[in-house]
């Protein structure tokens, strides 16, 4: 217990000297090559090249390729034929000779798997773009979808938030088929098998499902026909498209998401508004600010995760000051008192965003994962920042609290679970139209994303929840796995599914010996790893063993111990080597380190790693730990 309390001063310090002076924390959020090498193709787009940026995502995009000559979509993983013809591309167009040894290894690599006319849609609307391949290669989008009602299949209003934001200046560059300036006349015809005017059959399979061979067929009548539609109807759905867009602008620019943002500048492009535009400068300067600045190196974020990060640096940070042997409580109360000031200024409380298209009479009162997007908060993000407000001072934020109580109420979706943007946006046939191949069109409910609302209503402990609360209930419990485990879909994988489910079956009184807990139990136990830790591998997503890596990682085991924490086991040999382990792994400054990432945007197309988890979820379980050992009860009285 002495080195378990050195640890927690430890780490506490480090996670406070990285609070910023507002009160807000904020880590680094990276991907894979995908978004740096698309950021570098923008500026060859725009003629816009800053050469010195350039020099230094291309050190970036060479450290991080893989051993088999192309580029993987998280750290170690295997080759991904559309982040590797990207990666390739930006190189080239960096100025890497294609005979250095690094481009002729992914050359090779990338031809060996059918070379680039094998890329998924996004990689060739990429290459469209610059007219390395036909806009035949890319499904048909008409632009008239814009003018689709909710209760059309094909509308935007079912599909995600993200896909929305991606697809409404995509519909119009897809229209105006606009070519690049690049201005070096980069091209990468050396990466295609066969010539891309020869290639014949850009839209196939496999095909998920029948639909995927109906929306294929549908697909092929549409094309001679799409160019014929009536000037009137196109240029209003353009209209339609612009009109959607220009509102969710904003400082973080449209859904604050890199590919939404830079379809947006490409588009005012090709319609000619000019780069000192005011809605040209607000969405440039909103990707300029996802940029990473390294001693040599820079890479290009996705998006950024201030709201995220604050409010689970807090609940660690809350953690560590509770108790009989609290760390630093005084300064750690002032320090809470800036995030939760900070938190509630960017409580979204006056704008209706695209989520009250299916609950209109809800009242918005969510919080975004960003600095700001208030057209899209989200229920995740609302509840740990819930969860984190009552913990700390629920008299003096109980309007925030009320707000966002009331709002993920209203976002409950039928089936009782929650999506992490929207309401019920389970229309599963989307997922399998020609353009939506990375499958993730759709923001169904999910345990996770559940799991943390569950959590936050019992916390807060309102009678008149409990019906909301049961059907939640009954969703998890549907959703658990037969392994006893539960589904991650948004923090790697199955570890975090089961921690978070487990969480919210304590918080809402549960018995601990219920059999889903026991089965999720013996689930947690069986993959506890010889050293003590726990470790899964972003290849889960794909089909490989749940809850299984072949190393140990910091995060990961804090998320085991706490799942097993919450439901009575801190006493268990597990959980004892579990600390242990992470105490073991603590380095000098007070940190845990790990290169494998730990989150996913889209399963099997997209990985996360953020960086901040490795600092604040081992000091969350520390810190818990301590307190169990010192209470009375020797249970868990928080939700998360």
Same mark, same amino acid.
């Given at each position: ?7 927690? @001063? ?20 990276? +991907? ?86 094998? +890329? ?85 399979? $496999? ?14 009548? *549409?094309? $001679? ?6 000037? #009137? ?13 220009? $509102?969710? *602008? ?27 535009? $005011? %809605? ?23 998006? &950024?995760?201030? &709201? ?19 760390? %630093? ?14 938190? %509630? ?5 006056? &704008? ?21 997007? @208030?057209? !899209? ?97 009954? !969703? ?23 921690? #978070? ?27 506890? %790893? ?5 470790? /899964? @591998? ?33 006493? #268990? @040999? ?13 380095? /000098? ?52």
């Amino acid at each position: 217990m002495g080195q378990v309390r050195q640890a927690i @001063d430890s780490a506490h310090a480090a996670l406070s000297n990285r609070q910023n002076d507002d009160g807000h924390w904020v880590f680094e959020l990276e +991907a894979d090559a995908t978004i740096p090498a698309e950021y570098v193709l923008l500026e060859h787009y725009l003629d816009r090249i800053d050469d010195e940026k350039q020099a230094r995502i291309g050190v970036y995009l060479r450290r991080i390729q893989g051993q088999h000559g192309g580029w993987p979509l998280y750290h170690d993983g295997g080759f991904d034929l559309s982040a590797s013809v990207k990666a390739y591309f930006a190189l080239k167009a960096i100025g890497d000779d294609i005979n250095a040894p690094h481009m002729k290894r992914a050359r090779e690599a990338i031809l060996d798997h059918g070379g680039a006319a094998r +890329a998924n849609v996004f990689a060739r609307i990429q290459m469209a773009l610059f007219g390395e391949v036909p806009w035949r290669a890319t499904p048909v989008m008409p632009v008239e979808l814009m003018l689709m009602p909710k209760a059309a299949l094909f509308s935007m209003w079912n599909m995600s938030y993200w896909s929305r934001c991606v697809v409404a200046p995509l519909l119009v560059l897809r229209t105006l088929e606009p070519r690049a300036i690049n201005p070096r006349n980069i091209h990468i015809q050396e990466l295609f098998v066969t010539p891309p005017e020869e290639v014949k059959d850009w839209i196939r399979g $496999p095909y998920r499902s029948f639909w995927g061979r109906v929306f294929k067929h549908v697909d092929t009548v *549409l094309r $001679p026909i799409e160019p014929r539609f009536p000037a #009137s109807m196109r240029k209003k759905a353009i209209k339609a498209a612009i009109d959607f867009i220009e $509102p969710r *602008l904003g400082e973080g620019g449209l859904g604050a998401i890199y590919p939404a943002m830079a379809n947006v500048v490409m588009m005012y492009r090709e319609m000619g508004v000019p780069d000192n535009d $005011p %809605r040209v400068e607000l969405a440039w300067k909103g990707i300029q600010e996802l940029l990473v600045e390294k001693e040599d190196e820079t890479y290009c974020q996705p998006c &950024v995760s201030p &709201v995220w990060d604050t409010g689970l640096s807090s609940m660690a940070m809350v953690e560590a000051a509770s108790g009989p042997q609290a760390t %630093r409580p005084k300064e750690t109360r002032e320090r809470m008192q800036r995030s939760m000031k900070w938190l %509630r200024e960017r409580q979204i409380l006056n &704008v209706k965003g695209d989520w009250a298209i299916n609950c209109p009479d809800v009242r918005p009162g969510g919080w975004a994962f960003q600095y700001e997007n @208030d057209y !899209y908060p989200d229920v995740d993000d609302t509840a740990v920042v819930g969860m984190l407000l009552n913990r700390e001072d629920p008299e003096g934020n109980r309007e925030a609290i009320a707000r966002a109580r009331e709002w993920i109420v209203g976002m409950q979706s039928t089936n009782g679970g929650w999506g992490a943007f929207d309401i019920d946006n389970d229309l599963e046939a989307l997922n399998h139209i020609p353009f939506s191949d990375h499958g993730a069109l759709l923001d169904p409910p999910t345990a996770d994303v559940s799991a943390r609302c569950v959590s936050f209503l019992c916390d807060l402990g309102f009678p008149e929840d409990r019906p909301v609360i049961e059907r939640g209930l009954a !969703y998890l419990r549907r959703e658990q796995e037969a392994e006893g485990c539960w589904f991650g879909r948004w923090g790697t994988n199955y570890i975090y599914g089961t921690w #978070s489910a487990l969480c919210a079956f304590n918080a809402a009184g549960v018995p601990h010996d219920d059999p889903a807990v026991e089965r999720a139990v013996a689930w947690l136990e069986s993959t506890q %790893r010889p050293d003590g830790g726990w470790g /899964e @591998d972003c290849a889960s997503y794909e089909g490989a063993a749940p809850g299984e890596y072949d190393m140990s990682l910091p995060t990961q085991t804090a998320w085991a111990v706490l799942g097993l924490m919450a439901v009575g086991r801190r006493e #268990s @040999d597990v959980v004892q080597r579990g600390i242990s382990y992470l105490v073991s792994q603590q380095d /000098e400054k007070g940190e845990w380190q790990e290169k494998p990432y730990n989150a996913v945007g889209f399963p099997k197309v997209f990985y996360l790693r953020y960086h901040g988890y490795k600092q604040f979820f081992p000091l969350m379980a520390l810190s818990r730990f301590r307190n169990l050992g010192l209470s009375n009860s020797g249970r868990v009285e928080y939700g998360f």
